[in-house]
């Protein structure tokens, strides 16, 4: 069994700790060996806290949107243990969260470094769980750690709650009954783009594919070409690029000669950046290609993507799981308490990990223990509103939530440095709606530790 | 004894301590007080500890013994994990078998790889073996992915067949790893007064396999294939002369250091059945150099303490937050409290790499020829000169 | 395959090694001459990139107004900046200054290029000159973390956007040159600059080691540092010039690459590995080997992306360079154009 450990240490308030080192100097200094059957899960909270590992990239090339991510578990600690303004807490449709904490304990935390690799995210997550008694870890903001992560938490017993990621396989083939995630996918990047494509663009259309060499990529290309295909369009061809490519021009060069109109770009953080710069630097935009104006998409659009490209974003297509400038009353709110802190908006990164702490929270709250499989059972099948995108559903088969995605477009005369992307379409949860067995994968059963 | 010379066998001692009481000693602090965040006796981190340790003696016979310096031994690292992985899918759970067809699959890698790359000698040795590093990474992470899982990394599954201990039927837990049904992640915990020591099962098998490694590098060390190695090093071309071809020694050094760099693969899915392509890249292939270095080249205990060293600022200055800066200054006033945590920010947390750079840059500064190198260096000193004194 | 598609890939090819040869170039002339095993050098790339960025960020340094007539995302005025060259020089003037940051860019790195490259070697590299290459290793990558952290934590991880002026955005249609359709090989124009860019810099570096005495004198005493020494020439200070000038060209390298892939702190360790390998296929001590390994492996990397050979052999494009080096290393010993004994022990 893994470590059972009272979370003395969690960091609180300044000063709280001189009372903690006084309450362990009242044990006494006769060994105590402890059993894990003292415990009726792992890392079982006996103090007045309790703890939640917050792994996100601080390094690498996602170090920023990590330290976004950060802003929001901090805000939604605040917002949980009554300070700030609440924030989403009072639009949310459950009532069960009362700002004391979550079951009454104070909400700590502790931060950890992902590096955007496997190995380092598990590293961190488990010296939370084995050093610092973390009872959920989540974060991540990137498929390959967040199914590392996932795996890691079903092994030793606590709960995961996925941060940005965006492959099928999270909650598909490598789906945990541990974790959950928040977060859309690439299949329903797929089916809320292309009627959006097909009105826009027309259904004649011929694309041409520029996938990133690695799994999300695989299942990013795949949901975009069966559902244009469905549509009407024809794949010209697609065309593998490596992770580590920086410089894409000899991918790009020979798109406008091979007779297709449309440029998918299936790529990612810098690799997604670079294509489309190089793209622009080609001239796609302003080409004409069989009688039409050349279009390029990308199916997944982040905020601090569209910074890093500038200027070559303007007109783009594409999706997103959330956008500061929706004007309904929760991503108001959340807008509201983390602008007026952190003086930005919140990226989509920062919107689901606040929305996944909430979450969690409340399903202890629901469920009346931290016990993993009482957790998981009052998240599975939850249906809830108020967090930003609408009415959603955390199935209970893949434990994915089902709600409504954002088409977006590249934004043409932005009015400041935040306001890069505009919602072109809410595509109704219905539509993006797949049938759990597609993918294949199990969850097996909850673990408790 | 043991075939050892005094000062060796109190050196393997000394480890057999070391490893032995990490546990206690690595927890200094109590648990609960301002700095438990500097404690690294936790299973995880102990594990890693010994697991690059054994990685870098191994990777410090080929270097430290004959000069060849590899920047693609992390390959081998990645092969055994595959490997390690796959013997946990398919044949059983129990770690012997994937540590040992780790350890194998590594070596018939690094007899490939040693055979061609050993063609050559200096940098464009060195550029060989990046290059097949470079190559192993970039297919595993894409069109081999089948076999190694991509980007996401291979895991274990419930539908693994496991033909020695039976497939599970889908549902319930993934089983894990374990000892003749020992679990690795098992471990005891004790209480002493205000302090917490955690006794880990996979740690304990982690650093058994560490001292049998270490004995045999010092058996090596200490042996004519060890002295026929120095020569190597030391003068490539008279060693020709002789009518000795250095090949055979150096691929043999080759491949047992890529055997070594397989076990610790092997090692690192036992404790935790992940296998990952960027176990292959070029910087886990640096991070090993670097150890190595920063203990001491061609010393014995050198690249264990340098891998404890790296992998200790990795997972505990990449924790420290700002929360917990305001938590062990809170007794200075307000003023000078922010003060300090505004000096120290970037230095931890997410500035954890400056950290790094700047002690790499103090260390090969002040103690030339790694810590091991430049402490004996300024101990002799420092008896030298009292010794004159009398 | 069609004549033009290759023909279109050997010019993406040119493009691509000329990036490769001028990253490599400064590498050479630390590494391959100097001797010292240069971790920082990708960092120096990254540190010339972002004087560009720099530079941009001073020439459009803001002052606030409010505009009352429209609200920021919390509801407030919306700030509006306006950079204080536009206020000085007038809009048009302004930006046209602003459009140019990335060529005017190269004028600011020069100076402070070489100011790093002489504080690097005075400082820290001088002293290592005879340490072990294991000592070099440690201490440059140190200097590499510790540069591209500080990067970081002023400009943060993200990409940050600088485009080259307006005047070269777009293709030059090099097709119709040659007779083929309008429209099936084009080129960017900033590619094609970079490009010349590079043959520039490139033959000046190659002119001023062979046809000045200052580059005589650091070519006797890379071949033999101390009979050079002997009579009675300051070889050491040499050394430092052409760190120097090793630095600014890995800058220059950096400065004009800004606007063909967005920089961040991180793109030096990225460009590093790719680097020493061009050097030493190249061969240890020779530019010209550099040089020439820097456009073969861009070629071949061209042509290795190309549909046809992706679908005939899958992965190869994730592989050719390295696999390429392996080849060329196989076949000759030393490299292209390697010189005997440098760093072969």
């Known amino acids: 069994m893994s470590s059972n450990k009272k979370p003395l240490h969690t960091p609180l308030t300044r000063r709280s700790m001189l009372k903690a080192s006084a309450a362990t100097a009242a044990i006494g200094s006769a060994p105590i060996i402890f059993s894990s059957k003292a415990y009726a899960y792992a890392n079982e909270p006996k103090g007045s806290d309790v703890v939640l590992g917050f792994n996100v990239p601080q390094t690498g090339a996602y170090a920023d949107e990590g330290a976004d991510e950060l802003r929001a578990y901090e805000l939604a600690v605040e917002h949980l243990n009554g300070g700030g303004d609440g924030g989403m807490m009072s639009t949310f449709s459950s009532k069960a969260l009362k700002g004391n904490g979550i079951l009454g304990r104070k909400v700590g935390y502790v931060t950890g470094d992902t590096q955007t690799k496997p190995d380092a995210a598990r590293a961190s997550a488990k010296s939370m769980i084995e050093k610092d008694g973390a009872i959920m870890i989540t974060g991540g903001s990137s498929s390959g750690v967040a199914v590392a992560v996932q795996g890691l938490c079903q092994e030793v017993g606590v709960i995961f709650m996925a941060g940005l990621t965006h492959s099928n396989d999270t909650t598909g083939k490598d789906k945990k009954a541990n974790g959950f995630r928040h977060f859309f996918n690439s299949y329903m990047s797929g089916a809320a783009l292309a009627p959006i494509l097909g009105e826009n663009y027309g259904t004649d259309r011929r694309a041409y594919h520029l996938t990133a060499d690695y799994n999300w990529g695989y299942t990013t290309e795949e949901a975009v070409r069966t559902s244009t295909e469905a549509m009407g369009w024809e794949t010209v061809a697609a065309v593998k690029t490596p992770l580590t490519q920086t410089d894409f021009s000899s991918y790009v060069a020979p798109v406008q000669a091979s007779g297709a109109d449309v440029l998918v770009l299936n790529h990612y953080g810098a690799n997604m950046v670079n294509s489309l710069t190089s793209a622009v630097q080609f001239g796609l935009r302003n080409a004409q290609a069989n009688g039409k104006n050349f279009e390029i998409v990308v199916p997944l659009y982040s905020r601090l993507m569209a910074k890093g490209a500038g200027e070559n974003v303007k007109g783009i297509f594409g999706s997103t799981n959330w956008h500061w400038s929706l004007q309904d009353e929760g991503s108001q709110a959340f807008v509201k308490s983390f602008g007026e802190k952190y003086g930005f908006p919140p990226s989509q990164a920062a919107h689901t990990c606040y929305v996944q702490t909430l979450l969690y929270a409340d399903a202890c709250e629901r469920a009346g223990t931290h016990n993993p499989c009482g957790v998981a059972e009052a998240l599975e099948g939850f249906e809830f509103d108020g967090l930003g995108n609408g009415k959603t559903l955390y199935r209970a088969e893949d434990h994915q939530c089902f709600k409504d995605v954002l088409v977006v477009k590249g934004k043409e005369n932005p009015t400041s440095e935040f306001d890069l992307l505009e919602i072109v379409e809410v595509t109704p949860a219905s539509k993006v709606t797949y049938d759990a067995k597609i993918f294949g994968g199990e969850l097996g059963t909850c673990n408790a530790g | ?390 | 395959m069609e004549l033009s598609a290759f023909l279109l890939q050997v010019l993406n090819g040119l493009d691509k090694g000329s990036a490769y040869a001028l990253i490599a170039l400064g590498l050479t002339l630390i590494f391959g001459t100097l001797g010292v095993v240069n971790f920082a050098h990708g960092a120096l790339f990254m540190i010339g990139a972002f004087c560009a960025v720099t530079l941009q960020k001073i020439l459009t340094h803001s002052f606030i107004t409010l505009d009352e007539t429209k609200t920021d995302f919390l509801g407030k005025p919306l700030k509006v900046k306006t950079p204080y060259v536009e206020e000085w020089f007038g809009q048009v003037a302004g930006q046209a200054i602003i459009d140019w940051a990335v060529p005017l860019a190269i004028l600011f790195a020069i100076p402070v290029m070489l100011l790093i490259g002489f504080a690097m070697e005075r400082g820290l590299i001088k002293h290592f000159y005879k340490r072990p290459h294991a000592d070099q290793i440690l201490v440059t990558f140190g200097l590499a973390i510790v540069l591209q952290e500080i990067i970081k934590a002023y400009f943060g991880a993200n990409q940050i956007p600088v485009p080259a002026p307006e005047a070269f955005i777009g293709s030059l249609d090099f097709g119709t040159l040659i007779g083929f359709d309008p429209g099936v090989i084009i080129y960017p124009y900033w590619r094609v600059v970079y490009f010349i860019f590079a043959m520039i810099i490139i033959a000046a570096v190659f002119a001023f080691l062979q046809f000045t005495t200052f580059g005589m004198v650091v070519r006797a005493g890379m071949a033999d540092r101390e009979t050079v020494g002997l009579l009675g020439i300051d070889i050491d200070k040499r050394f430092t010039i052409m760190f120097g000038i090793a630095a600014a060209v890995a800058g220059l390298a950096g400065v004009m690459y800004t606007p063909i892939n967005p920089p961040n702190y991180h793109m030096g360790m990225d460009f590093l590995v790719i680097s020493f390998v061009v050097v030493v296929v190249g061969g240890m001590g020779s530019l010209g080997g550099a040089v020439l390994a820097g456009f073969i492996l861009g070629i071949l990397e061209s042509f290795a992306s190309m549909r046809e050979v992706i679908e005939f052999i899958p992965g190869i494009n994730q592989v050719v360079i390295y696999l390429a080096a392996i080849v060329i290393l196989l076949a000759r010993p030393r490299g292209l154009l390697g010189r005997k004994g440098v760093m072969e022990s």
């Open chain 2, 1 to 390: 004894m043991l075939g050892l010379s005094r000062n060796d066998f109190l050196l393997l001692l000394f480890v057999l301590v070391l490893v032995a009481a990490a546990p206690i000693f690595l927890n200094p602090f109590p648990e609960g007080s301002e700095f438990a965040q500097f404690n690294a006796g936790y299973p995880d981190l102990m594990q890693r500890f010994v697991i690059f340790g054994i990685f870098a003696i191994g990777f410090n016979i080929l270097f430290g013994l004959t000069g060849y310096l590899s920047f693609g031994h992390a390959a081998f690292l990645g092969a055994g994990s595959y490997a390690g992985v796959w013997m946990l899918k398919l044949l059983t759970i129990n770690v012997i078998p994937a540590i040992v067809v780790s350890t194998i699959v590594a070596g018939i890698f690094s007899v490939i790889i040693g055979y061609i790359s050993l063609r050559r000698s200096g940098i464009y040795f060195s550029i060989l073996t990046l290059a097949f590093a470079q190559m192993s990474f970039a297919l595993a992470a894409s069109v081999l992915t089948p076999i190694t899982g991509g980007e996401t990394g291979l895991q274990t599954a419930l539908h693994d067949p496991r033909i020695l201990d039976g497939a599970s039927d889908g549902a319930g837990n993934i089983p894990a790893p374990s000892l003749f049904g020992l679990e690795m992640k098992q471990s005891w915990q004790v209480n002493v007064g205000d302090w917490l020591w955690t006794f880990n099962v996979g740690y304990y098998l982690s650093a058994f396999v560490l001292l049998i490694a270490f004995y045999i590098a010092i058996r090596i060390f200490r042996s004519p294939f060890g002295m026929m190695l120095k020569a190597v090093k030391s003068n490539n071309q008279r060693l020709s002369y002789t009518g000795i071809s250095p090949r055979p020694y150096t691929l043999a050094a080759f491949v047992i250091s890529g055997m070594y760099a397989g076990l610790a693969g092997g090692l690192m899915v036992a404790m935790d059945p992940l296998a990952g392509a960027e176990r292959m890249q070029w910087t886990a292939s640096g991070e090993v150099v670097l150890m190595t270095i920063l203990g001491g080249v061609g010393t014995l205990v050198g690249p264990v303490l340098g891998a404890g060293l790296i992998k200790y600022f990795e997972n505990i200055f990449s924790k420290i937050n700002d929360n917990l800066l305001h938590q062990w200054f809170a007794f200075m006033p307000d003023g000078i409290e922010d003060f300090m945590v505004t000096i120290i920010h970037p230095f931890v947390g997410k500035g954890w790499h400056l950290t790094l750079g700047l002690m790499f840059m103090l260390v090969v500064v002040f103690l030339p020829g790694g810590l091991v190198g430049g402490l004996s260096g300024l101990y002799r000193r420092v008896f030298q000169r009292r010794s004159k004194a009398q």
